[in-house]
């Protein structure tokens, strides 16, 4: 989960969407705040969302080395009962962190990625703004018709690294219209993948891994 505090109560702010907007209204206070100082938050972590994300890839390199650590000491008779618990322990907290990482890492796309909305009977193109694992945000080129706020959405990537396209069920949370002078009808969405599998989940992360920016490439070599 993404948190920040609302720097006029004091409140803290949950919300998976802390990276897509940059206002949010605070619930004890009722008022509209900038985003800012996010932090990515499970059960035993609680860091700074842009320390979190320039980690990732260390993390996972460090994750590789515990599990080679920890076979070691599982096939050892002479190994601490105490000090295999302990390393069972920072492996688990390790695992919830990287999962944390695959939930709150929200990659802009600078190229041109094409995919196709169909709501019901309708359907549109549209180009992807920025993908997770948890969702994405879509800017419509033509549409009939703007999917309302809780409809549940096909989405439809044609990666050109995958062989088949992907098929994702959304629901849309919020919409924007985006007009200009060339293109009246655009809009953007923002919508969150349900019941994605596992299968999936890993497809769109492996694609954000191959096309992430230099500086996260950089950190897993």
Known sequence: MLQMDCPSCNGVIQSQF????????CDRCKKTIPVQDVFVTTKSFVMHREDFLNRTFRFQKLLREVEKELLLLTNNKQTSPKSLESLEIFYASLQELL??????????ILSDVSVEII?????CKGKLLNLSTAGASIELMTFAKLPRIKTV?????????????????AR????KDQPNKDRP???????TF????????????????????????????
């Open 18 to 25: 802390l990276a897509d907007v940059s206002t949010i209204a």
């Open 153 to 169: 959405v096909d989405v439809v990537f044609p990666f050109p690294e995958f062989s088949e396209h992907l098929y994702a069920r």
């Open 194 to 221: 349900v019941d994605m599998d596992e299968n999936s989940q890993n497809c769109i992360w492996n694609y954000i891994l191959d096309n992430a920016p230099v500086p996260l490439q950089k950190m897993s070599k």
């Open 172 to 175: 849309v949370v919020w919409t």
């Open 99 to 108: 999962a944390g990482a695959r939930n709150n890492y929200r990659m802009d």
């Open 119 to 123: 709501d019901g009977n309708s359907q």
């Open 185 to 191: 009808h655009d809009a953007i969405i923002g919508a």
